[in-house]
């Protein structure tokens, strides 16, 4: 007797194509990820239109892949999840109509999820015994922001970025380094073999007592200490400048997560999204978290950058709660949380 609910959940609001099944909310069956990175390499940053392109030709392989890897059939299924936004408009639209058609051929309710929601229930698949309320930290290469989980599906922005998101930061100081795309993994490796206090760039705290975030004056400060050296003809240690500049991006996420979840009294610190994969803002937040007595949370890294299992497991809290997504839904580019 096998009284599981399953969800198949698609994902394409950026440059991965990704489908799953998720079993019960928090059982990732399979979780299929085809990336586009090597084709966006080239052009140093996500093409929206090669982008759609390249969903439309992969989605259906990756949904079969899920399915078969799940030893599932349409039969085994309770609903279909999806992403639809924020994301690129036209490779949200790709897995969106997908999901759309196979809820209406199949007769399965269609649970359209919020993106930055799902990073969010990253976390659920990863530790089992997490429950609302929380605070989250949400970084990625589109958001940057500090969300109250008061329960499921119930939020409230307690802080997010004025102008870059953490990723977009990482992304940028790495393409103007010529260390490559995307951004992040890189300027965590390269920011190993250097030193973080060798270039004392600037932390954006904003107003006292404020959980928003500001990037883009550390973005114009990197920027300008290269031009400087180049100027004076000196050598650039691409290590130290990625370390420097890494250091002071987690300072300041590291310093307002806490904060924030002392604020809310959350016996939790969570973080998600792709820049949780961070080695050093994971060591740093460990370590602030314990002198706090607050518990510090995050997915293994495959669950940090986008994935369908995420959106699966929001889509089954959905199911639960009977929210079903009208099959007219559309596709919201800058859909907020
Ligand atoms: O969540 P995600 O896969 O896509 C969005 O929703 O944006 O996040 C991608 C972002 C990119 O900006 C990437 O550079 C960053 O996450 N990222 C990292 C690391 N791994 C991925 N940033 C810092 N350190 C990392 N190890
Ligand atoms: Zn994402």
Do not use: W
Request: glycine share 8%.
């Amino acid at each position: 007797m096998d009284r599981a609910v399953n969800i198949l959940a698609i994902e394409t609001s950026c440059d991965e194509t990704s489908a799953a099944v998720v079993s019960n909310g928090r059982e990732v069956i399979s979780n299929i990820i085809s990336t586009q990175i090597n084709i966006h390499k080239k052009f140093g940053g996500v093409v929206p239109e090669v982008a759609s392109r390249k969903h439309l030709e992969n989605i259906s392989q990756v949904i079969d892949l899920a399915l078969s890897d799940a030893k599932m059939d349409y039969k085994d299924l309770h609903g279909i999840a999806v992403t639809y936004g924020p994301g690129l408009v036209g490779a949200l639209l790709i897995g969106l109509t997908t999901a759309k058609a196979l809820a209406y051929g199949r007769n399965l309710p269609l649970l359209a999820v919020n993106h930055i929601e799902g990073h969010i229930y990253a976390n659920f698949i990863e530790h089992k015994e997490l429950e609302p309320p929380f605070v989250c930290l949400v970084a990625s290469g589109g958001h940057s922001h500090i969300i109250k989980v008061l329960d499921y599906g119930v939020f409230e922005v307690m802080g997010k970025t004025r102008d870059d998101a953490a990723g977009e930061a990482f992304d940028k100081v790495a393409r103007t380094l010529g260390l490559g795309y995307p951004g992040g993994p890189l300027i965590d490796k390269a920011a190993k073999a250097g030193k973080a206090d060798a270039i004392d760039f600037p932390r954006a705290y904003l107003e006292e007592g404020s959980f928003d975030f500001s990037f883009s004056g550390l973005k114009s400060s990197v920027l300008n200490y290269l031009n400087n050296m180049k100027m004076k003809g000196l050598e650039i240690n691409k290590s130290d400048v990625a370390a420097s500049f890494q250091e002071s991006i987690v300072d300041v996420l590291s310093d307002k997560l806490i904060a924030a979840a002392i604020t809310a009294k959350s016996p939790y610190a969570v973080l998600a999204g792709g820049v949780a994969a961070n080695s050093r803002l994971r060591e740093e937040l460990l370590k602030k978290g314990t002198e706090n007595n607050i518990k510090v949370l995050y997915p293994s890294p495959i669950l940090c950058t986008d994935n369908a299992a995420m959106i699966g497991c929001a889509g089954y809290y959905k199911y639960i709660k009977g929210e079903v997504s009208p099959l007219s839904i559309n596709a919201i580019p800058n859909l907020r949380i």
